[in-house]
């Protein structure tokens, strides 16, 4: 199969509060920085004409949101999609719109403002359905510490494992210039952090956070107009679980061994702990970082808690970027996990930069408990 | 046009009737009753999709990323699953996509739904807050405006252009008539016409409550697949030749003193011309618009077909948009009849596709189609064309 | 024509074709004589075989039938119709029956539709005083006109007043509302046949007067349901009700933050691009068309000249009340004074000038009062003489 180059990237520093800025400010401040790493056009004769972008309308509170974000996309009088899902699907998609032969360049943004709503709780409540689960009051978080509970009782994760988690997130955030929250924890203060929905504790959840981010994807053929450093996209694979909470086996890590083994597949790997190298996974929850990198194939089934006392995830170079836990909008969390992998393999990826990465795995959560999971393969 | 990396068919759709109100089922029983049609016509079980395209409004039904409950119906269960939305474009957006993740060599089998139930919100309500909500939002009303009426009327003088849309709107309507699924199905007779144009209740200046499209619930679900698969599981696949989608900036500007292109002709300028099609109208044996009021669709017919000054008008009052005329528009009766916003935009490549197999039903048009087109519409006068062919013999431009 | 219980003897029969059960007569080979006697009364002949039916009617007693039912017109209106008890019209010796009586106890239900009588718009009309549902009507004064063509048509109108309902025979010259329709349309919009919504886009109600009070009438009247008729019982559906909200706190960003800024001084700022020097009102952060930062503002109008005129008929809720507007409202699209040519600006007029509004005129805005820097600032635009 012929390859997709990522050709650049630009993130928004992450923050609990942009309020300085429009959505549209977060994402014009992404298209010029792609725009003059790449020399970036739009024009009809060799621009780029194909635009994904990657938002939620309520998250947004505005219908059709990609209606306001056209100008900063550059999309006037061209294509535009938009992946109404967490973002990394995004890079999914237009990985086919070149391969298809369709387009040969395709800029990809995402954006989320969680600050802008009163709860972002309230925004994931709307998600269920209005007769049962809504009434139940499920949202995202109440949701996560079912699975959690679930997880810890199936690979006997504990308190201290799960803070070990929080503590080494902000380390590596601290070296991320567009992480958000950076400031340093010690075990015992995690440990002890408030509870907020039982096993979750407030230091186990990730930060409110606004961001944005870009990416100019190109064919093969095109992407040496842009950059002599690319980066392959070579593995896409998603799934989608049960609705219903008793459908689900909420331990299983239905839904991402199945996007990982299809992502892998087209990718051509067969070992992912010998050809992998570096993984960033949406960990909105502490919970969720060894549990994702057991469904990714790091570790065996019901062995992440031990996974982290035997220092897998600074093996595998798991989340220098901070991770989720460091603060990145919920509908653009895998695109952020891409952005960093993308530097890691360019050698961008500067203080926090980790030795010979040649292949990475991102991940990317969507729906309760993962009810959705994507996995996108990266190569040097 | 670059060329396509391997050909694409539709060989399965479904749809559910089209109506004011759907109380009997939830909304991913309404998904479910459409995939089960797609798959029945495809004749093939949900264990040969490989992937799902998922397509809807959030703040229409107030529900946040719906796919995740609607994957009890929808039958992404164990497969991967993308959701796009455009707005009223989304059901022609996701026809693309889904083109695109066969043509890709990513899928093989991938199936697009889109659905809308529109009584489960309040339809201008959700349209008014596509607006910027600091300032547009406080001024719109909704999907309505008479400039295009304004504009025709100008043009073409106040009664031929009000004589046009009208005739326009009753042609649709004896459409939807023959349609089986269409929502609104009034039995308007051409002797009307006068009655309804000065008596039809005014929305906004000239646009009328007859000329408007309707709010309906309802859901429509294609099933694409690569040419090697296409033609191993299906008799007649339909082919996806090319698309262009052209979105336009963030606000409703393009009323001044002069006015831009608009993305309809833009489209099929870039689209006819890259396909080596000089003249449309002659070219295509049906063409499947998007025409959310009979105003809009009647000047639209004019830029998506690239034809001068007056030309629509006297092809329509010649008879030739008819369902034995030159080029027939809308056999379905088009967006006035039926209008679930997420899958209207579906509902025209799904209309033309059957148009081509012959299967349309008493809609189908008598002669053989082999060409058609079908377009889409949505946020700021946004446009998205299609074609679709019979048969895999176009040559490459 | 005689008629009893508002039926006559004849629509019975002449609706039989129509209420015709083919697949209830399977295996099925009788005829079934009636004579009816008394006024409207008559002879006829059905006979049914094997899936067909065929009814005559005969000059002369009907002899000769598997099952020949005898009985006086009234009394055989009034059985169909379920106002009279068949089996005591049957002991009492009302109905006689010479042959196969399991004829028309067995095969004939089976065979045939239940005979629903003809309902005229004037039996509808009739109800509406008991239909009447004073507590919706509190602070209800209207007249609702009806006037009927056609056949069984006529004109009406329906006093509501102090939450009392009265009807009269005449269509009043002071009705708030009048609606015109074919009888017909008006019987089966009460039946539920017709959707009130499809009748009216499709012009066959037309509503004089206040439509709003047209929408209103629903409310103060229960359903009407035929005399008799059985109400059909169906599934029962539950649809819930309930208003998602979530507080927003919108950022305005640099540009539309100018904007406000400017409204406060009576001023309109645009963004000018510096590539193409086209000017954006209300300022935002890019040109679309060039793909730059716009960092530069510019003054604008206040005047501007007309280019579209939208007068708005159709009431909407205002966004920032949730009230439905009041109609008509007029939106200007205009081209503000040393703004592109190519970019108009949208707000309202003042209703004032409805009348004499045209395209090419000046208009200017007129301001609020205490101005805030909101969209409340500004007012509408009026025109500049």
């Known amino acids: ?380 | 046009m670059a060329k396509k990396n391997r050909n694409v068919g539709v060989i399965g759709i479904g749809q559910t009737e089209y109506s004011s109100h759907k109380e009997h089922q939830n909304q991913a029983e309404m998904v479910n009753e459409a995939v089960r049609y797609a798959l029945e016509d495809a004749n093939i079980t949900l264990d040969d999709i490989d992937c799902v395209v998922h397509g809807n409004m959030e703040l229409f039904e107030m529900v946040h990323q719906p796919d995740m409950w609607h994957a009890l119906g929808s039958g992404a269960y164990g497969k991967d699953q993308l959701r796009i939305t455009t707005g009223g474009t989304t059901g022609a957006s996701l026809v693309c996509a889904a083109d695109n993740l066969v043509a890709s060599g990513m899928y093989d089998v991938v199936m697009a739904i889109g659905l809308e139930k529109l009584q489960e919100g309040h339809t201008t309500g959700g349209i008014t807050n596509m607006a910027d909500p600091l300032w547009f939002r406080h001024l719109q009303t909704g999907a309505l405006t008479a400039t295009t009426a304004t504009m025709m009327m100008e043009e073409f003088g106040e009664d031929r252009a009000k004589r046009a849309a009208m005739k326009y709107r009753i042609l649709m309507d004896k459409h939807a008539c023959l349609n089986p699924r269409a929502h609104r199905r009034f039995g308007l007779e051409y002797d009307q016409l006068e009655d309804l144009m000065n008596t039809s209740p005014k929305l906004v200046g000239e646009l009328r409550l007859i000329h408007m499209c309707s709010q309906s619930d309802g859901a429509c679900v294609m099933i694409f697949a690569s040419e090697e698969k296409a033609k191993a599981m299906c008799k007649n696949p339909v082919w996806i030749r090319d698309h262009i989608t052209v979105h336009r900036e963030e606000t409703f500007n393009n009323f001044g003193l002069e006015m831009p292109e608009m993305t309809h002709h833009y489209a099929g300028r870039k689209l006819f011309e890259r396909n080596g099609i000089t003249d449309p109208v002659e070219y295509f044996d049906v063409f499947e618009m998007y025409d959310p009021s009979a105003w809009w669709g009647l000047d639209w017919l004019r830029e998506f077909l690239q034809l001068k000054d007056d030309e629509h008008l006297k092809l329509l009052e010649d008879g030739e948009f008819d369902l034995d005329g030159k080029l027939p528009v809308n056999p379905s009766g088009g967006v006035t009849a039926s209008n679930p916003i997420g899958a209207t935009a579906m509902l025209r490549p799904a209309e033309a596709a059957m148009q081509i197999r012959g299967d349309a039903g008493p809609q189908q048009i008598k002669k053989e189609v082999k060409h058609a087109l079908a377009s889409g519409f949505g946020g700021t006068l946004w446009s998205v064309l299609i074609m679709l062919e019979k048969d895999l013999d176009w040559q490459e431009v | 024509m005689a008629e009893y219980f508002g039926t006559a003897v004849e629509d019975i029969f002449n609706t039989m074709e129509e209420r015709f059960i083919p697949e209830g007569t399977h295996g099925v080979d009788a005829t079934i004589g009636y004579n009816i006697s008394g006024e409207g009364g008559g002879n006829w002949k059905v006979t049914l075989k094997e899936g067909t039916l065929k009814v005559e009617r005969l000059d002369a007693e009907v002899t000769g039938c598997a099952v020949t039912l005898n009985a006086e017109a009234e009394t055989f209106v009034g059985v169909t119709l379920g106002k009279i008890d068949a089996g005591e019209a049957f002991s009492g010796g009302k109905i006689r029956v010479d042959g196969d009586i399991t004829i028309l106890v067995n095969v004939l239900p089976k065979a045939f539709r239940q005979f629903t009588p003809v309902i005229w718009a004037r039996d509808i009309l009739a109800t509406v005083r008991e239909r009447f549902r004073p507590e919706k009507a509190e602070g209800v004064n209207m007249k609702i006109g009806y006037d009927l063509s056609g056949e069984g048509g006529g004109q009406w109108t329906v006093v509501v007043k102090d939450q009392t309902c009265d009807l009269k025979e005449v269509l009043d010259d002071d009705c708030t509302v009048v609606m015109r329709m074919e009888a017909p349309v008006f019987v089966d919009l009460n039946q539920g046949k017709l959707d009130g919504a499809t009748a009216f886009t499709s012009g066959k109600v037309k509503i004089d007067g206040d439509i709003g009070a047209a929408g209103q009438t629903a409310s103060l009247f229960e359903k009407y349901v035929a005399e008799g008729a059985a109400e059909e019982k169906g599934e029962e559906l539950i649809s819930l009700k309930c208003v998602p909200s979530i507080n927003q706190r919108y950022a305005t960003g640099p540009a539309v933050g100018r904007w406000f800024d400017g409204l406060k001084e009576k001023k309109f700022y645009a963004s000018k691009c510096p590539n193409c020097e086209r000017t954006l009102v209300p300022p935002r952060e890019i040109c679309a068309e060039c793909r730059v930062r716009c960092n530069e503002f510019v003054e604008v109008g206040p005047e501007g000249t007309v280019t579209l005129i939208d007068v708005v008929y159709y009431a909407s809720p205002d966004p920032l009340t949730g009230k439905i507007r009041e109609t008509p409202y007029t939106a200007l699209f205009m081209v503000l004074d040393g703004a592109s040519r190519d970019e108009s600006f949208a707000h309202d007029l003042n209703p004032k000038d409805i009348d004499r509004i045209k395209p090419g005129m000046k208009v200017r805005p007129v301001w609020a009062e205490k101005r805030t820097g909101s969209y409340k600032d500004l007012l509408y635009f009026e025109i500049a003489d």
């Not at chain 1, 699975?147 to 201290?160: C, D, H, I, P, V």
Request: hydrophobic share 40%; charged share 20%.
């Open chain 1, 1 to 380: 199969m012929k390859r997709v180059a990522v050709c650049a990237v630009a993130q928004h520093k992450c923050d609990s509060n942009i309020w300085q800025k429009r959505f549209q400010g977060m994402l014009l401040d992404v298209l010029e920085d792609i725009k003059e790493q790449t020399g970036m056009n739009f024009s009809e004769e060799g621009g780029v004409k194909s635009i994904v972008s990657a938002s939620d309308d309520v998250f947004d509170a505005r219908t059709i949101s990609d209606n306001g974000m056209t100008d900063v996309l550059g999309a006037h009088y061209r294509e535009e999609e938009k992946m109404a899902q967490e973002g990394l699907n995004g890079l999914g998609y237009a990985m086919s719109v070149i391969l298809s032969g369709h387009e040969d360049a395709v800029y990809v943004a995402g954006h989320c403002k969680e600050s802008q709503g009163e709860s972002r709780n309230m925004c994931t409540n709307l998600s269920y359905d209005p007769f049962y689960g809504r009434a139940m009051g499920l949202d995202y978080t109440n949701v996560a510490a079912l699975q959690a509970r679930a997880y810890m009782e199936k690979s006997g994760l504990t308190e201290e494992q799960l803070a070990k988690v929080v503590v080494r997130a902000r380390e590596w955030a601290a070296k991320n210039p567009y992480a958000n929250a950076t400031k340093q924890v010690e075990l015992g203060e995690v440990m002890y952090s408030p509870m907020l929905c039982d096993p979750i504790r407030t230091m186990h959840a990730y930060p409110v956070s606004d961001g944005a981010v870009g990416f100019l994807l190109a064919s093969e053929e095109k992407a040496h107009e842009f950059t002599d450093n690319p980066v392959w996209l070579t593995g896409f694979g998603c799934c989608m679980d049960s609705y219903f909470l008793g459908d689900r086996d909420l331990a299983s890590n239905f839904a991402l061994k199945r996007a990982a083994a299809r992502a892998y597949k087209m990718a051509g790997i067969t070992d992912v702990r010998k050809s992998v190298n570096l993984v960033e996974v949406m960990d909105c929850f502490a919970y969720q970082q060894p549990m994702w990198l057991e469904g990714l194939g790091f570790c065996g089934d019901g062995e992440g808690g031990q996974f982290i006392d035997d220092e897998g995830p600074a093996k595998y170079n798991v989340n220098l970027s901070g991770g989720m836990l460091a603060g990145n909008p919920v509908m653009t969390g895998g695109l952020y996990r891409a952005a960093e992998a993308v530097l890691q393999l360019m050698g961008k990826a500067g203080d926090h930069q980790a030795a010979d990465v040649n292949c990475a795995v991102a991940q990317s959560t969507t729906g309760g408990a993962g009810q959705f999971h994507t996995v996108l393969v990266l190569e040097k």
